[in-house]
T-cell receptor, first 117, second 115 residues
Framework: GAVVSQHPSWVICKSGTSVKIECRSL??????MFWYRQFPKQSLMLMAT?????????EQGVEKDKFLINHASLTLSTLTVTSAHPEDSSFYICSARPPRAGGYGYTFGSGTRLTVV | AQKVTQAQTEISVVEKEDVTLDCVYE???????LFWYKQPPSGELVFLIRRNSFDEQNEISGRYSWNFQKSTSSFNFTITASQVVDSAVYFCALSEAGSARQLTFGSGTQLTVLP
């Protein structure tokens, strides 16, 4: 149980286009999901906290107009990279906390490798 | 503010050697959780262990063991008799008991086990 499905696994897009990444909790409801970004050979950095039914909370330095987060249901959060540029190429991974984990367990999606050309 | 430090950027060992990955954390909370994750080249994060701040017992799981010492704010991870399949990046992470409860990751340690 406690599976988070993330799609797509990888995507290549042209500079200036937008890309949407989906994160679904398959067998539990997630009121909160987290979006991380990982550049090559670096750690995972929290970009934003996605809250169902309300605005996302962005970390300092993350452009909210560029990285649009929508958490319209208890099982789906989406991250849209708008007007992507090569510097946005990175590994994006989402995470959620299954309720029965006591609020301190985390389940991660398999990640999305974005390449902007 | 919470912080996790993994001072070892890269470690190489020969198969069957033991290896310890260090993790030092900082937090003002008295209630928090510590984690270790493994990230193979494919990128997905593999959960290894979660430990709460009130449980300082060491834990052993097969070839893996963890040493949690609050006195030194450390949560070190040892792999005994390492294998080539253990090659991966290992992350230590911390979650405080605050309302946000997001995970803060260390910078990771790239472990390479040579045959």
């Amino acid at each position: 149980g406690a599976v988070v499905s993330q799609h797509p696994s990888w995507v290549i897009c042209k500079s200036g286009t937008s890309v949407k990444i989906e994160c679904r909790s398959l067998d539990f409801q997630a009121t909160t999901m987290f979006w991380y970004r990982q550049f090559p050979k670096q750690s995972l950095m929290l970009m934003a906290t996605s809250n169902e039914g309300s605005k996302a909370t962005y970390e300092q330095g993350v452009e909210k107009d560029k990285f649009l987060i929508n958490h319209a249901s208890l099982t789906l959060s989406t991250l849209t990279v708008t007007s992507a540029h090569p510097e946005d190429s990175s590994f994006y991974i989402c995470s959620a906390r299954p309720p029965r984990a006591g609020g301190y367990g985390y389940t991660f999606g398999s990640g999305t490798r974005l390449t902007v050309v | 503010a919470q912080k996790v430090t993994q001072a070892q950027t890269e470690i190489s060992v020969v198969e069957k050697e033991d290896v310890t990955l260090d993790c030092v954390y900082e937090t003002r909370d008295t209630t928090y959780y510590l984690f270790w994750y493994k990230q193979p080249p494919s990128g997905e994060l593999v959960f290894l262990i979660r430990r709460n701040s009130f449980d300082e017992q060491n834990e052993i799981s097969g070839r893996y063991s963890w040493n949690f010492q609050k006195s030194t704010s450390s949560f070190n991870f040892t792999i005994t008799a390492s294998q080539v399949v253990d090659s991966a990046v290992y992350f230590c992470a911390l979650s405080e008991a605050g309302s946000a409860r997001q995970l803060t990751f260390g910078s990771g340690t790239q472990l390479t086990v040579l045959p």
